[in-house]
Nanobody, 122 residues
């Protein structure tokens, strides 16, 4: 079985913080780059952050750089997204995804979670 399950979303005031978690099956998690994406209603899904398996290098979308931090706990097969200084424009469904190729260049996200809602009020 391959699965990813996000949690930790909710309603937060602008300027506040949330930490999202994505619990993954070992098959999805191990050796995979793990990414976070988000999608607001009526908008395209967009990249948020990724953490690679090999070396744990992280990359962030410019819109969240300096505010969000992605991390992973390999013993727990879990990836996190710490979101600070949240803004209303961060409101979206957040998805985690696994790239089993641990891609440095073109990603290959093969597995996706169901998403968790994050709502930031003004």
């Amino acid at each position: 079985q391959v699965h990813l399950v996000e949690s930790g979303g909710g309603l937060v005031q602008a300027g506040g913080s949330l930490r999202l978690s994505c619990a993954a099956s070992r098959r999805a998690f191990s050796s995979s780059a793990m990414g976070w994406f988000r999608q607001a209603p009526g908008k395209e899904r967009e990249f948020v952050a990724v953490i690679r398996w090999n070396g744990g290098r992280t990359y962030y979308a410019d819109s969240v750089k300096g505010r969000f931090t992605i991390s992973r706990d390999n013993a727990k097969n879990t990836v996190y997204l710490q979101m600070n200084s949240l803004r209303p424009e961060d409101t979206a469904v957040y998805f985690c995804a696994a790239d089993p190729l641990d891609s440095y260049g073109t990603p290959a996200y093969a597995y996706w979670g169901q998403g968790t809602q994050v709502t930031v009020s003004s």
